[in-house]
T-cell receptor
Framework: QKEVEQDPGPLSVPEGAIVSLNCTYS??????FMWYRQYSRKGPELLMY????GNKEDGRFTAQVDKSSKYISLFIRDSQPSDSATYLC????????????FGKGTRLSVIA | DAGVTQSPTHLIKTRGQQVTLRCSPK?????VSWYQQALGQGPQFIFQ???????QRGNFPDRFSGHQFPNYSSELNVNALLLGDSALYLC?????????????FGPGTRLTVL
């Protein structure tokens, strides 16, 4: 079993839809959780960074962490064609330049 | 403010050859991490350099080596290339003493081994 599991998709939605992206993990030591967006042939770009359980909102993006279920989610409201990318979840057990552990990424297409 | 830069953008090599990839960190950053991203996979941590020393290493063979220079830039060297080394190689920089440890990624170098 991989440390971080993420459905690779692809996921295709119409413009304006609410998108839900998810990851599960097996290592209960993970404390910090991130979502990166990666456009084709580009490097990952940090979208959201959360610590422990709870919600964090930033514009159209909401990150949720449920440590009891070892489950994290990223919600995108009012999705736009420019949101079409691969979304990677990542997590670390502690702060301080700890190597990121990534999921496989979910490829999202938002159709106009 | 320049972000993380990597060179070259693309590279084609044959099995058994050696390759060197280069990375310049974001201005003000002192730590460089290297990741390998195979097609359809998430990035996998190779190693991290700080103060010109390898500080942490992932599960990669000794064929993978690196270096960090006094100006914080870094190189990744891969010897005796295998077909399976074909991937996008990502460099990420961060500041060890910063308020956050956010890692900023470069655009990557796409290596193809034939």
């Amino acid at each position: 079993q991989k440390e971080v599991e993420q459905d690779p998709g692809p996921l295709s939605v119409p413009e304006g839809a609410i998108v839900s992206l998810n990851c599960t993990y097996s290592n209960s030591a993970f404390q910090y959780f991130m979502w990166y967006r990666q456009y084709s042939r580009k490097g990952p770009e940090l979208l959201m960074y959360t610590y422990s359980s709870g919600n964090k909102e930033d514009g159209r993006f909401t990150a949720q962490v449920d440590k009891s279920s070892k489950y994290i989610s990223l919600f995108i409201r009012d999705s736009q064609p420019s949101d079409s990318a691969t979304y990677l979840c990542a997590m670390i057990p502690r702060a301080g330049n700890t190597p990121l552990v990534f999921g496989k990424g979910t490829r999202l297409s938002v159709i106009a | 403010d320049a972000g993380v830069t990597q060179s070259p953008t693309h590279l084609i090599k044959t099995r058994g050859q050696q390759v060197t990839l280069r990375c310049s960190p974001k201005s003000g950053h002192d730590t460089v991490s290297w990741y390998q991203q195979a097609l359809g996979q998430g990035p996998q941590f190779i190693f991290q350099y700080y103060e010109e020393e390898e500080r942490q290493r992932g599960n990669f063979p000794d064929r993978f080596s690196g270096h960090q220079f006094p100006n914080y830039s870094s190189e990744l060297n891969v010897n005796a290339l295998l077909l399976g080394d074909s991937a996008l190689y990502l460099c990420a920089s961060s500041l060890v003493s910063g308020e956050t440890d956010t890692q900023y990624f470069g655009p990557g170098t796409r290596l193809t081994v034939l």
